[in-house]
């Protein structure tokens, strides 16, 4: 298992700070049911589990799950090696704030700023060709969704895209992609990479994320990112984000067979 520079670790730490930020709003939290009778009360960092499916070792197959309230990381290893860094959920309300020293803290405006850019470096004919039939308030295949990929790809490939759209192809989805260590993420982007001629966008709503239903995909052979700007819940002046990055093919590191 490889190491990284933290920047998804600081990155999940910072969706729990906005929790906690919620609940010094003494803002409540519908209640929501989970299995065997217990259920989540309020925001609150508190809220969020560890679980590890299988025995961790150098040998074998095991997985590592961390989530709660806007946060499901899901990485499986096999033999000391990660094969797997999704399904990996996250989304932030609100969308930035202030702890009490003044620090602003913004954990998810990367993942934006890498979408708009890709969003408006589309031509007039490739965004009217990313345009999706129907319109999307939140991501298609979030928690609950496992394997349900569409089955027709839609917009504009990697093929037809300049170079330097693709280079703004790969950053916008690197942010997601560094939920693991460095390495196991630098590996997995020149899978990508190799699979960007084939790898589709798609588009609805506006390009900013600043407005409900403003949505982005990317759509790959393996890889697929979705970023969209969701309803009004604590907050009750602006949208928030979800947003979601699954892998065709790595998905609980190929263990679930679609």
């Known amino acids: 298992m490889g190491t990284g520079t ?7 730490m910072q969706i729990l700070m906005a929790d906690d930020y919620l609940k010094s709003l003494n803002i409540e939290r519908p ?3 989970l299995p065997g009778g217990f259920a989540r009360v309020g925001y609150s960092s508190g809220e969020f589990y560890l679980a590890v499916l299988g025995e961790p ?47 602003t803290f913004a954990p998810m405006d990367i993942m934006r700023e890498g979408m708009v850019k890709l969003a408006n470096s589309l031509t007039p004919d490739q965004l009217a060709k990313a345009k999706l ?12 969704q496992d394997g349900k990929f569409p089955r027709v790809k839609q917009g ?15 950053a916008a989805i690197r942010p997601w992609v560094a939920v693991v260590d460095d390495h196991s993420a630098a ?29 982005l995909r990317v759509d790959g052979p393996a890889v697929w990112v979705e970023f969209v700007s969701h309803n009004l819940i604590a907050l009750q002046d602006t949208i928030h984000y979800h947003t979601v990055y699954r892998d065709r093919v790595r998905d609980y590191g190929g263990e679930f067979k679609f």
Request: glycine share 16%; proline share 5%.
């Open 133 to 144: 039939p129907q319109a999307y308030t939140n991501v298609l295949l979030g928690p609950g």
């Open 187 to 215: 590996a997995l982007m020149v899978e990508y990479e190799k699979q960007f001629d084939d790898t589709y966008i798609g588009h609805s709503g506006g390009t900013t994320f600043t407005i409900l239903g403003d949505y």
């Open 31 to 33: 209640t929501t049911p």
């Open 6 to 12: 933290g920047v998804g670790y600081d990155q999940a």
């Open 57 to 103: 070792s150098m040998t074998g197959s095991w997985q590592l799950h961390f989530g709660g309230h806007h946060l499901a990381v899901n990485i499986t290893y096999r033999d000391g090696q990660t094969v797997g860094a999704t399904p990996f959920f996250i989304g932030v309300e609100p969308l930035s704030w202030k702890d009490s020293g003044g620090t």
């Open 156 to 170: 504009p490939k990697g093929s037809e895209l300049s170079s330097e759209q693709k280079q703004l192809l790969i």
